[in-house]
Each structure stands twice: as C-alpha cells, then as structure tokens.
Nanobody
C-alpha cells in the first residue's frame, strides 16, 4: 500500500510559478510511474503528464508542454511538478497517483490517489 500526499498549491498570479510535491509513504515511489492529474470545477479529471521510473516526462496536455515538468527525488520518496508561466485556466485541484496497469493514458489504471492540492491562478 502506498499513501500519497500532495502539497505546494496556492493562490498565484498569472505568469507565476509553483512547485507541487507528491510524497509517498508505505512503499518506495522510485519504481513506479506517477501521473499528475488536475480537475477544474465542473470538469472531469484530466491527465497532465506522467513521469516514468527513469524520470522521463510524457505529456498528455498540450498546454503543459514547455511550462510544466516533473522530476523525482528518490531519497525523499517525492515527485515534483514544476509549473511555470501559470495561466488562469490552470486553476484546478492537482493530484498525483501511481500507475498500476494498462496504458499510461488510461485514468482507471492509476491508484493510490492523494487528496489533491488546490492551485488558483488569478488574472
């Protein structure tokens, strides 16, 4: 069993940066591919990107390319999501989850969801 806790969200202005953290307990995160998701009010949860166990970022949201990047700190059992040049449309609750089976793009293949962290970007 893996427990994930996201942190680092907040209220920022357009153009600012944030770094979200996803810290695991229970098992090591280094052997898992981790997905970063977000859910805006009234919208479905969407996959932003995944970071593989080797640290490769795979993007599923075009608007995240060039602005968002994920990295790993294995000794800290933590995965980060660096978000730059934030836009009001990035406002959402951001989640991390561990990939368990199937295609990385398949949301139902993820498990051990964190509680989420709110990111609000004002214009």
């Amino acid at each position: 069993q893996v427990q994930l806790v996201e942190s680092g969200g907040g209220l920022v202005q357009a153009g600012d940066s944030l770094r979200l953290s996803c810290t695991a307990s229970g098992r090591t995160l280094s052997t898992y591919t981790v997905g970063w998701f977000r859910q805006a009010p009234g919208k479905e949860r969407e996959l932003v990107l995944t970071i593989t166990d080797s640290g490769r970022n795979i993007y599923y949201l075009d608007s995240a390319k060039g602005r968002f990047a994920s990295s790993r700190d294995n000794p800290k059992n933590t995965v980060y999501l660096q978000m730059n040049n934030l836009r009001p449309e990035d406002t959402a609750v951001y989640y991390c989850a561990v990939h368990r089976f199937g295609s990385y793009a398949y949301i139902n293949g993820y498990d051990y969801w964190g509680q989420g962290t709110q990111v609000t970007v004002s214009s």
